[in-house]
């Protein structure tokens, strides 16, 4: 199935809880000028086993109307948004990831998630993180630099006691 059949699945602004990591690859793989065009509200990824990593920086700058963010029994997942290196295998980044509509974002029991993202996240909408059951991970990308518009939005954070 390729990116345009997959999209004529799925509602244009929200994907559905996907339980088969095909579907999800072929979504990634998409080229990115049918991206460009997508409205992506709200993604779902539930008991995806094979992926190690999830959304490539590339397609995660075209997902500015992002709202909400769950990712959850994916046990072999390691990192959420990947950079993308050139052909020289240089890493290509502006040094931030920008997500401006994204408010909620829920993470649960996924023990090798390690990384959701290596640079700073500006979030500036984000109401809620939840992270249960997640015992790799240590940093929260959006504090790296704490910004007054998030410290303002920001209303809870839930999170598994051997988290904190």
């Not at 699945?9 to 460009?36: C, K, L, W, Y």
């Not at 996240?121 to 249960?132: A, F, G, N, Q, R």
Request: hydrophobic share 35%.
């Amino acid at each position: 199935m390729d990116y345009n059949s997959l999209m004529g699945h799925i509602s244009p602004s929200r994907v559905i809880r996907d339980r088969g990591s095909e579907q999800i690859a072929e979504f990634m793989q998409g080229d990115s000028t049918s991206r460009n065009s997508f409205n992506l509200k709200v993604l779902n990824v539930i008991g995806c086993d094979n992926l190690k990593t999830l959304l490539p920086l590339e397609l995660v700058q075209q997902l500015k109307n992002l709202e909400e963010l769950e990712l959850q029994s994916c046990s072999m997942l390691e990192e959420i948004v990947t950079e993308v290196e050139n052909e020289e295998g240089i890493q290509e980044n502006n040094g931030e990831v920008v997500l401006p509509s994204l408010r909620k974002l829920r993470l649960v029991s996924m023990p090798r998630l390690r990384s959701i993202c290596r640079d700073p996240m500006i979030c500036d909408s984000l109401t809620t993180i939840e992270v249960v059951d997640c015992p790799e991970l240590e940093i929260l990308p959006f504090f790296l630099e704490i910004r007054p518009q998030l410290v303002d939005s920001l209303k809870q954070i839930k999170g598994s006691r051997s988290w904190w």
